[in-house]
C-alpha cells in the first residue's frame, strides 16, 4: 500500500491564500490515483482554509475553544469536498480528521490511534486524512499538518512508498521561484538548500515539510512531484520513474 500527500497547493489557491479548489486537478488525480488499481491512504494539506482561517482568528491560550471550532468547520469545507470527488472517482473515501487520531499536549504528540482507521481500510475503504487544528491540553490547540499525519501513519502502515504532490516538479537548491533554481533529483540529511520566504503557512513551510520527510525517509521511499503535470501521480504510483525529487536519509 501506499501514502499520498495532497498539498495544499495543489488542490487550492494557496499561493493567492484564496477560498478555492481547484477541482480539475483534484478530480484527474483522484482518477490517477484510481486507475493505478492500488490500495492508498490519502492525506490532503488545508491551503487557505486551514492557514487562513488560522491567522485571521486570535487563538488565544486561555479563550480559544470557539475559534478552535471555526477553523475546523473551514477545513471541513475543503475535506468534504475532496470526498465528494474521490467518492466520484471510485474510492470509497471516508474522512478520519486528525482530532479523532491524536491527542496533544505542550504541542507534542502524546497519544494515538489507528484501530479505526485500520479496520476501515481493511474493509475496502479510502482513508482521507487532512491537515487541522486540535485541541491541547496546555496550550489550547495544536496545528496538526497533513505531513505531521503523514509521519504517524508511515510508523503504524509500514508503506512501500509515500509520496507527496504538490505544486512544482520538486524539490529546488533554492526557492524554486528563483533565477537559476536547480530542481534536485535526489536529496538527503546532508543537502544543503535554500528555503525562502514563502506566503502564509503555519506548519512551519517548506523547511518544516522537509525535516517531516526526511524523517519519513527512514521508513520507506518518499517521493515529491508535480500533481500539475498529467499522468505523473499515475506513473508514480505505479513504480515508474518521473520528473521529481526523491528524499533520503543516509
Request: glycine share 10%; hydrophobic share 35%.
Given at each position: 500500500?501506499?501514502?499520498?500527500?495532497?498539498?495544499?497547493?495543489?488542490?487550492?489557491?494557496?499561493?493567492?491564500?484564496?477560498?478555492?479548489?481547484?477541482?480539475?486537478?483534484?478530480?484527474?488525480?483522484?482518477?490517477?490515483?484510481?486507475?493505478?488499481?492500488?490500495?492508498?491512504?490519502?492525506?490532503?494539506?488545508?491551503?487557505?482554509?486551514?492557514?487562513?482561517?488560522?491567522?485571521?482568528?486570535?487563538?488565544?491560550?486561555?479563550?480559544?475553544?470557539?475559534?478552535?471550532?471555526?477553523?475546523?468547520?473551514?477545513?471541513?469545507?475543503?475535506?468534504?469536498?475532496?470526498?465528494?470527488?474521490?467518492?466520484?472517482?471510485?474510492?470509497?473515501?471516508?474522512?478520519?480528521?486528525?482530532?479523532?487520531?491524536?491527542?496533544?499536549?505542550?504541542?507534542?504528540?502524546?497519544?494515538?490511534?489507528?484501530?479505526?482507521?485500520?479496520?476501515?481500510?481493511?474493509?475496502?475503504?479510502?482513508?482521507?486524512?487532512?491537515?487541522?487544528i486540535c485541541f491541547d491540553s496546555e496550550n489550547g490547540y495544536h496545528i496538526c499538518s497533513g505531513d505531521e499525519s503523514m509521519l504517524e501513519l508511515v510508523k503504524f502502515f509500514n508503506p512501500d512508498k509515500a509520496i507527496f504532490v504538490t505544486d512544482v516538479n520538486g524539490i529546488f537548491d533554492r526557492s524554486p521561484e528563483s533565477e537559476g533554481a536547480k530542481l534536485l533529483d535526489r536529496v538527503s540529511n546532508m543537502s544543503k538548500i535554500s528555503f525562502?520566504?514563502?506566503?502564509?503557512?503555519?506548519?512551519?513551510?517548506?523547511?518544516?515539510?522537509?525535516?517531516?520527510?526526511?524523517?519519513?525517509?527512514?521508513?520507506?521511499?518518499?517521493?515529491?512531484?508535480?500533481?500539475?503535470?498529467?499522468?505523473?501521480?499515475?506513473?508514480?504510483?505505479?513504480?515508474?520513474?518521473?520528473?521529481?525529487?526523491?528524499?533520503?536519509?543516509?
Amino acid at each position: 500500500m501506499l501514502l499520498i500527500k495532497l498539498g495544499g497547493s495543489v488542490i487550492t489557491d494557496k499561493k493567492k491564500n484564496e477560498y478555492l479548489i481547484k477541482r480539475n486537478t483534484l478530480k484527474r488525480l483522484a482518477y490517477e490515483i484510481n486507475a493505478s488499481g492500488k490500495r492508498v491512504i490519502v492525506v490532503h494539506g488545508a491551503g487557505p482554509f486551514g492557514h487562513r482561517k488560522v491567522k485571521e482568528l486570535p487563538l488565544r491560550k486561555s479563550e480559544n475553544i470557539n475559534d478552535v471550532v471555526k477553523v475546523q468547520q473551514s477545513t471541513r469545507i475543503l475535506n468534504t469536498e475532496v470526498l465528494k470527488i474521490l467518492d466520484n472517482a471510485g474510492l470509497s473515501p471516508i474522512s478520519f480528521p486528525p482530532y479523532s487520531l491524536f491527542k496533544f499536549s505542550s504541542g507534542k504528540l502524546v497519544s494515538k490511534d489507528f484501530d479505526l482507521l485500520s479496520y476501515y481500510f481493511k474493509n475496502g475503504f479510502t482513508p482521507v486524512i487532512y491537515g487541522d487544528i486540535c485541541f491541547d491540553s496546555e496550550n489550547g490547540y495544536h496545528i496538526c499538518s497533513g505531513d505531521e499525519s503523514m509521519l504517524e501513519l508511515v510508523k503504524f502502515f509500514n508503506p512501500d512508498k509515500a509520496i507527496f504532490v504538490t505544486d512544482v516538479n520538486g524539490i529546488f537548491d533554492r526557492s524554486p521561484e528563483s533565477e537559476g533554481a536547480k530542481l534536485l533529483d535526489r536529496v538527503s540529511n546532508m543537502s544543503k538548500i535554500s528555503f525562502g520566504k514563502e506566503g502564509v503557512d503555519v506548519t512551519g513551510g517548506m523547511e518544516g515539510k522537509f525535516e517531516i520527510m526526511l524523517e519519513i525517509s527512514k521508513f520507506c521511499g518518499v517521493w515529491v512531484i508535480n500533481g500539475k503535470v498529467k499522468h505523473r501521480l499515475l506513473k508514480s504510483i505505479n513504480g515508474k520513474r518521473v520528473k521529481g525529487t526523491e528524499v533520503c536519509f543516509l
